[in-house]
Nanobody, 114 residues
Framework: QVQLVESGGGLVQAGESLRLSCAAS????????LGWYRQAPGKQRELVAT???????NYADSVKGRFTISRDNAKNTVSLQMNSLKPEDTAVYYC????????WGQGTQVTVYS
């Protein structure tokens, strides 16, 4: 089992920035893909960004140019720098890991007000 713990959510005004972090622990053999997903009220969970162990990155169109995902393989962490936040970015953000299974964190709330 892999445990994922997110941190860094909060309440910010539109245009401001937040940085989310996620630390993985437990039975880590190889964290093939790490990523961030989000779920807004009444909506399905959607992909925000993913990064492979080799550094291949994928972003949702809605966050391209504003969000940056990064990972530290030595520390088993993944971060999401979110700039120019918009009210539509408001959601619970979940860390995700693919490592001999699919694992999720508990989520962290991001609220952006105008």
């Amino acid at each position: 089992q892999v445990q994922l713990v997110e941190s860094g959510g909060g309440l910010v005004q539109a245009g401001e920035s937040l940085r989310l972090s996620c630390a993985a622990s437990g039975s880590i053999f190889s964290l093939n893909v790490l990523g961030w997903y989000r779920q807004a009220p009444g909506k399905q969970r959607e992909l925000v960004a993913t990064i492979s162990s080799g550094g291949i990155i994928n972003y949702a169109d809605s966050v391209k140019g504003r969000f940056t995902i990064s990972r530290d393989n030595a520390k088993n962490t993944v971060s999401l720098q979110m700039n120019s936040l918009k009210p539509e970015d408001t959601a619970v953000y979940y860390c995700n890991a693919v490592s001999r299974g699919i694992f999720w964190g508990q989520g962290t709330q991001v609220t952006v007000y105008s």
